[in-house]
């Protein structure tokens, strides 16, 4: 495997016995996992819903094509003035 394989192994071994060895290891491990799935499942449920559900694949071919091509550049639209 090589060298990268034996520096993953020992960083897996220090993080494994480190977590192994403390008070508070197992639940600080749950905590970080409950986190890990409050982050990535229901915050994406909620806030962050895929924008292109329910489209075809020719909808949603011409919204992103739309997209790439349209012009958001601020600079267009909005001129500020300094005294």
């Given amino acids: 495997m090589g060298k990268t394989g034996n520096k993953a192994a020992a960083v897996w071994r220090f993080y494994r016995d480190g977590f192994r060895d403390m ?15 409050i982050l990535f ?24 094509g ?3 091509t349209r012009n958001d550049n601020p600079e267009d639209t909005l001129t500020i003035l300094i005294p």
Avoid: N
């Fill in 23 to 37: 008070t508070w290891g197992r639940p600080l491990v749950w905590l970080i996992l409950l986190k890990l799935f």
């Fill in 66 to 68: 739309d997209r790439l």
């Fill in 41 to 64: 499942a229901v915050l994406r449920v909620f806030f962050f819903r895929p924008e292109y559900a329910g489209m075809t694949e020719q909808q949603k071919s011409e919204a992103v």
